[in-house]
């Protein structure tokens, strides 16, 4: 499997709260994902990082921030949580540039806003 | 019209019988093809990469891909209980953007 670690793996917070999920990859790829995953609307781009300090918005960026201030560590930040940010979160990696390579999964975030 | 489409099923196939998952997509400039498995409250876990047409055989996976007609399939041999999940296509390009976009999956489950 590959060496990914989210964390929390579940958190429950209230609505305006900051909340952060973390990404650790032990593997040394350049490219991170986030993603959530809702029903009926499968998985859906958050943001992504094509290297340290280097990110760009994906399909659903709106109320969410990411830093990468290391290879390793990708940071998910929802500064004022909203109930419509319930949702689990899947952080992805993969190995070099481009739509080619795969994506290889954590095991998820499970997050609820009440 | 959905930029990855999948049926969302349930598919339901009897044990030891030959599963097919469809997918097709809008972007005719997509250049990789995945397929992943996803248990219940689990991950995606990737089990074939297809980049060119025709069919390429992992197992009891075959994916099968026809650019000209913009579909790419899953076929199961031999489906075991196990199988039973969600099975998701992803589409990968890039047209002045990077994409790589996932369909909502289709769910299978195998009859024992």
């Known amino acids: 499997d590959a060496g990914i670690t989210q964390s929390p793996r579940h958190k429950v917070t209230e609505t305006g709260t900051p909340v952060t999920l973390r990404c650790h990859q032990t593997e040394n790829h350049r490219y991170m994902y986030w993603y959530r995953q809702d029903p009926g609307h499968g998985l859906r781009l958050i943001h992504y990082s094509y290297g340290v300090k280097d990110t760009d918005k994906g399909e659903v960026s709106d109320g969410y921030s990411v830093s990468r201030s290391k290879t390793e560590d990708f940071l998910l930040t929802l500064e004022s949580a909203t109930s419509s940010q319930t949702s689990v979160y899947f952080c992805?990696?993969?190995?070099?540039?481009?739509?080619?390579?795969?994506?290889?999964f954590g095991d998820g975030t499970r997050l609820s806003i009440l | 019209q959905k930029e990855v489409e999948q049926n969302s099923g349930p598919l339901s196939v009897p044990e030891g019988a030959i599963a097919s998952l469809n997918c097709t997509y809008s972007?005719?400039?997509?250049?990789?093809f995945f397929w992943y498995r996803q248990y219940s409250g689990k991950s995606p876990e990737l089990i074939m990469s297809i980049y060119s047409n025709g069919d390429k055989e992992d197992g009891r996976f075959t994916a099968q891909l026809n650019k000209a007609s913009q579909y790419v399939s899953l076929l199961i041999r031999d489906s075991q209980p196990s199988d039973s999940a969600t099975y998701l296509c992803a589409v990968g390009g890039y047209s002045g953007t990077y994409k790589y976009i996932f369909g909502t999956g289709t769910r299978l489950k195998v009859l024992a």
């Open positions: 972007d005719r400039v997509s250049q990789s």
């Open positions: 992805a990696i993969s190995e070099s540039a481009g739509a080619a390579q795969p994506q290889h």
